[in-house]
């Protein structure tokens, strides 16, 4: 819709997990490099936590681009809400393992670990990524921990990466999930951007979608964006998407602090701007002291 109107290629600030935008700075490049070192040292289990909006899901697919094809082979569950056996099936999906659908779990597992010591014969190493991990239930979460017993002498068969909310941390540290828990050796928390981050991160969005280096935000608007987001990416593209949009219903060409706060305006569960808090607060406290008043003056009399 506004493409033209800023001379770009491409929306910047979509919500699709697209990785030719993938940003290689801050948290998100420190959780990469760990993902990467850990698979290529043979670990067991790999956990990266996240809030809400922060970007797991294009990090998990970044991954899944950067992984050697003539070393690793990757099975990728984007949904992991499944039973126990479903998740073997999924994961003997995803690796083309052929087995008979009228058999039980147990010839199920046997191919399965038939089909892991080949890709090891191969020498190829097999990892198994898991999206939205929090919603894993306990018993799948046992059998996904069984799974990675299968091993040779030299190496674990099955590399796990779970992707998940903090609420997977917590889920972790039940006493029950003890077992699984002390298999994780590698571990990442993504963390919302600085506002040196944020500002890097909307120009290299913009740069991609064809901008050639304009700045269409200004410095004070890119300022009022990190305070209204937090740096989280999702609410930056949010906020970013629907300012551009207001920008280009005035007709101009440069996004100013006051498109920013339109945009918080227009967006539900977003803090409102630091001004509007501060009137916020101070309406809240008048309100308590003259309620407080009338409730002494009623004790008196």
């Known amino acids: ?25 801050g948290s998100h490049q420190e959780a990469l490099n760990t993902l990467l070192i850990a698979l290529k040292s043979g670990e067991g289990f790999i956990k990266i936590t996240g809030e809400v909006g922060t970007g797991k899901t ?24 499944l039973t126990a056996s479903g998740l073997n099936r999924a994961l003997a999906d995803e690796l083309a393992v052929k087995y008979p659908r009228n058999q039980g779990q147990h010839y199920l597992l046997k191919c399965l670990n038939e089909a892991l010591i080949q890709f090891a014969a191969a020498d190829k ?18 059998a996904l921990r069984l799974l990675t017993n299968l091993e040779t002498e030299k190496r ?4 796990v990466v779970l992707f998940g909310q903090p609420e997977l941390d917590f889920r972790l540290a039940e006493h029950h999930l003890r077992q699984l828990k002390q298999r994780i050796t590698f571990s990442h928390q993504l963390r919302p951007m600085n506002l040196d981050e944020t500002r890097a991160y909307i120009q290299h969005r913009l740069l991609i979608a ?16 990190y305070k209204a987001s937090g740096g ?17 219903g005035q007709g101009i060409s440069r996004i100013e602090p006051r498109h920013i706060t339109r945009a918080n305006d227009d967006t539900l569960g977003l803090m409102p701007p630091p001004r509007r808090r501060f009137v916020t607060a101070g309406l809240v406290a008048c309100c308590l002291i003259i309620f407080a008043l009338i409730i002494n003056s009623v004790a008196v009399t």
């Open 58 to 81: 294009l990090l998990c697919r970044q991954l899944l681009n950067s992984l050697p094809k003539e070393d690793f082979v990757a099975a990728y569950l984007p949904n992991p809400n």
């Open 1 to 25: 819709m506004y493409r033209q109107h800023f001379n770009l290629q491409e929306a910047p600030f979509s919500l699709t997990p697209d990785t030719s935008y993938f940003f290689n700075r």
């Open 156 to 159: 674990k068969l099955l590399q």
């Open 210 to 225: 064809g901008s050639m280096g304009r700045l269409i935000f200004s410095p004070a608007a890119i300022k009022q964006l």
């Open 125 to 142: 190493q097999v990892v198994l990524i898991i999206d939205e991990a929090q919603t894993i239930a306990d018993g799948t979460l046992e």
């Open 232 to 248: 989280i990416p999702r609410l930056i593209h949010i906020l970013a998407h629907k300012a551009m949009l207001v920008t280009f």
